[in-house]
């Protein structure tokens, strides 16, 4: 009898619920992470996971609005990949885009950047929680916990699953490591789960030029089906980094330092967002990246608010994209977790979103459970954001992707 690995994923990106008159922290200058030449390179791959992970979800949602959360995802499924074993191993780092590198190599990149992602914007509060949790009867191998305690600063519980209050005090983990933004991922656990993993990122920053509340006014979003949806618009007139080439514009609008920012890729009218997605790629994405020049910009964007569930998406696209013995019960190997074996039966991710004039507040939890089976310059240039369109939220010096989406209708 083999067990299940069950993964399921949950992202939340809010707007602040600070008030106009809440305190204002003076910005630190931002200092860029240092990253050694084979950390460079796990975080490129890292990324170019993200990005094709953006990409896949986006075609399996089939055009409705999306919100992930890929760092989340990606140290999730890493920190498990500590248990994995040869081909399982094998074609789960390659999915993640760390094939070339070893086990030790991933688990001390991610000990070193998490850490610095917390440091490099004073204003910017960014927490990263992780717990595993046993069954108090799984037998479960030292070494696999020892990782995830060392590099992945993973607190370690028994609990008797079997117990009708153990959901809770789960739910209760996650909504103490989100700032109460995810108060519930599991209603209850299955009766054959033997172990637990939780990972928890929470992010609350302000744009480092805020819109005027003043300057919002009511107007119309055009959807990808061409309905009409009357929304709120917050406008500025700032300089921002800008960039645009056929069929596209995108503007840079940075928290606090500038340390951290959100992209918004905006298709030019009468261009299928959805034409933009399939295209997308790491080489576009840098392309676009270092492609920014500071323009005068009057930004126009929508107040929005959306929550999205994954369901039963993540595990097609993430066998498409390579990763399937994982989740065969016949050929899956997770012999460094436990004698029993192993294999991932459930993998999904719930988000939501909510952007208005001060900033963001962001969260992602993610649960792995076991079970037994069964322009140029002077010139404005209009960036109004009233139509579909993509965002991201990155961290500037590294590039890491800490949340993606895409917004069809409002």
């Known amino acids: 009898m083999k067990s299940v690995i069950s993964l399921l994923i ?5 707007g602040p619920v600070t008030s106009s008159c809440s305190k204002w922290i003076n910005p630190i200058d931002r200092e860029d992470i240092v990253l050694t030449k084979v950390q460079q390179e796990i975080l490129e791959n890292g990324n170019v996971f993200a990005i094709d992970l953006f990409r896949e979800m986006c ?15 990606s140290l999730a499924i890493s920190a498990v990949t500590n248990g994995a074993s040869g081909s399982t191993l094998d074609q789960t780092k390659a999915t993640l885009g760390f094939e070339s590198f070893s086990m030790e190599e991933m688990n001390k990149f991610y000990k070193h950047l998490v ?33 995830l305690q060392e ?14 209050a153990a959901p809770n005090v789960i739910n209760k983990w996650c909504a103490d490591n989100t700032n109460n933004l995810i108060k519930k991922v599991i209603d209850q656990i299955d009766r054959d789960c033997r172990l637990m993993y939780t990972n928890a990122i929470y992010f609350k920053g302000k744009w480092k030029t ?59 009218a009468g261009i299928d967002v959805m034409d933009i997605v399939a295209s997308l790629s790491w080489e576009k994405w840098t392309g676009w990246m270092n492609g920014f020049f500071p323009a005068e910009l009057n930004l126009r964007i929508p107040r929005f608010k959306v929550e999205f569930d994954s369901e039963e998406l993540m595990i097609p696209v993430l066998s498409r ?25 459930l993998l999904k991710q719930n988000a939501y979103i909510q ?17 037994t089976t069964s322009v140029g310059p002077g010139n404005t240039i209009n960036f109004h954001v009233d139509r579909p369109f993509l965002y991201f939220i990155r961290e500037k010096s590294t590039g890491t992707i800490l949340f993606s989406g895409l917004i069809t209708d409002l």
């Open 10 to 14: 949950t992202a939340v990106l809010i």
């Open 59 to 73: 075609k399996e949602v089939k055009g409705d609005n999306i919100f992930i959360s890929p760092l989340s995802a």
């Open 115 to 147: 850490p610095a992602l917390k440091k490099v914007d004073n204003t910017v509060k960014l927490l990263v929680a992780n717990a595993v949790w046993i069954e108090q009867t799984f037998p479960v191998k030292a070494p696999f916990i020892n990782a």
């Open 151 to 164: 590099y992945y600063n993973a607190s370690v519980n028994k609990l008797d699953f079997n117990d009708p």
């Open 210 to 268: 805020i819109f005027d509340k003043k300057n919002s006014w009511q107007g119309s979003f055009t959807s990808r089906s061409g309905a009409q949806r009357s929304v709120t618009y917050m406008e500025q007139t700032h300089s921002f980094r800008y960039m645009s080439e056929k069929g596209v514009s995108i503007a840079e609008i940075p928290y606090g330092n500038e340390a951290f920012s959100m992209i918004i890729v905006l298709p030019d």
């Open 321 to 345: 994209m390579g990763m399937d013995i994982a989740f065969d019960p016949f050929r899956a190997d997770f012999s460094r977790i436990s004698d029993i074996p192993l294999y991932i039966a």
């Open 355 to 371: 952007v208005d004039e001060e900033g963001t507040e962001a969260a992602a939890v993610t649960i792995i459970g076991c079970n």
